[in-house]
């Protein structure tokens, strides 16, 4: 974990094996911490019984010093390093000179005391930052490792990166796929769990796409690989994760400078706590100044004054927030959007892809009266073919059905909102909407304007072919997205589509949303985000998975990117990513930000609160080292374990 500003507790350990961490951290620190904790008791149970021996001070700060030193050595160990790397205001740096201080005064218990549950608080830290890490490192385990490849008669392992392009893997039941590729197989069951956190099992049929990191539940399956490692869908999910880190919070930000002024100022006011009474007593002979007590106050104000708790919980509350949504296929790439999902007010949905399934079924094919159904099929089938929109699909595999074979086509092109242009035997074909045709000049029936559905049309050359009516359906969750995102009091919810409008306001009837805008390019769709941020109350998050939706997932506040299907641009574009492909998945990114900042700001109160009161009564002698450090380590202690409530909260 990266080090934290000035809070040395968050220090960077060595890259070492997991197991060896465990093992050896474990037996070292808490060795260190039992025999401190022991020859502490010891010592207060001396003195409480008046042992003769233990009278002589030589013999108590022997002993203490024992039971400084397991605990105290690393500490002061690190503050010296701190300081040749010119960080003299560290955590280590306070620790140490106000314990080394107690130890002046002869207050050797608390001296101790203070740095033996700063231990323990470190222990409890690096618990809660590796249990705030599991789930991150679950998904750097899903990492295969090896990956058989069928080469002629032969299976070779290799590892994952070897492999190439159209290349045929086998996996056997129970195992990964190494890599991104397509089902060569009739059907097989996969575990998704670690990319999309849902638990179902999934089938796969002949054709369909299977991405690295999924496990085969019941049988051998080979598979041809499309995309080389580096590009896989686990590749990418990990690479969002791992870097989610680096982009913090606003909080996070703020704690960073906060504590690189906070700390130095502290120290000065710490060394005016003991010169400016000794100052007041040069001036005013009847005031005693007496330097231990004075010192006495200042060391317990100097422990009370690290900011540990703010430092270490803050970016750990972020941390765990985006590892319990990663958990249920909510990627968040960073602790920044975390943040700011909890002001949207505003939700933009796609439609086609997004709140529909995107896999669509041609349900009429109707062709002018020159041209036979058959013709209409294999024009359109041939100019789609080259095309990864789920329309296109669809008529491919209906044309598939039929058993038409599709003919060479030449410079397809596509034109943004309105479809493919292409040739074929020195005739331009065209295969896209209404508004493609009317482009060219090209005159078509009226009643298409009145059909419901999605239509692709046609024409040859100058004349019109006919068209294939299509049907989308919305997503099982599509309706419960809606209801969710009104429970969390979002009331502006609108639809935007390329498609008709008359398709688009049936789909936003069913769903109970008023706000639905259909017959956009993209940049129409860029215009309507455009024209909301003009209102500064609007908040808004847009929710989409094509590639022309990349420039809108830019614009808004929060872009969020279907992942299962999504577009790589999309994906890459997007702030937020949601694996399992389910618009509902929405709200839950929304409760998982509004639950993480509600305890990083429980955090802050704390801490700022009780430090705040024991800062006062130090000050003016009525606090004890015991005080200052419940305040320090106590509330560190607190504020850690309160973070990782966010993994048992967010379920």
Known sequence: MKQYASCGCCADKKAQPTSVLKKSGFIRDYWRVLLSLLLLLGGIMLNAMDMAFFRENYVALTWYFLAYFPVGLPVIKEAWESIFRKDYFSEFTLMSVATLGAFYIGEYPEGVAVMLFYAVGELFQDKAVDKAKRNIRALLDVRPERAVVVRGDVL???????????????????????????????????????????????????????????????????????????????????????????????????????????????????????SLPFLYSLVNTQFVFTFDNWLYRALVFLVISCPCALVVSIPLGYFGGIGAASRLGVLFKGGNYLDAITQINTVVFDKTGTLTRGTFEVQLCKPAPKFSEKELIRWVASVERNSTHPIAKAIERYAKDQKIEPVAVAGVTEIAGHGLVAEADGIRVLAGNTRLLSRFDIDFPEELLAVRDTIVVCALGDEYAGYLSLSDRLKEDAFTAVEDLRALNIRNIQILSGDKQRIVTNFAEKLGVTQAYGDLLPDGKVKHIEELRRNPENRIAFVGDGINDAPVLALSHVGIAMGGLGSDAAIETADVVIQTDQPSKVATAIKVGKQTRRIIWQNISLAFGVKLLVLILGAGGMATLWEAVFADVGVTLIAILNAVRIQKMIK
């Open 156 to 274: 070779i392992v290799e590892e994952p990166q070897r492999v190439q392009v159209d290349e045929v893997i086998e996996v056997k039941a129970g195992e990964r796929v190494p890599l991104d590729g397509v089902m060569l197989n009739d059907v097989a069951a996969f575990n998704t769990a670690a990319l999309t956190g849902e638990s179902v099992p999934r089938n796969i049929r002949e054709g369909g796409e299977v991405l690295a990191g999924m496990i085969v539940t019941d049988k051998v399956v080979r598979i041809r690989v499309t995309k080389p490692f580096d590009k896989s869908a686990l590749a990418r999910i990990l690479e969002l994760v791992q870097n989610a880190s680096g982009r913090k919070a606003p909080a996070e930000l703020f704690i960073r400078k906060f504590a690189r002024i906070y700390t130095p100022v502290v120290i000065g006011l710490a060394v005016l706590i003991v």
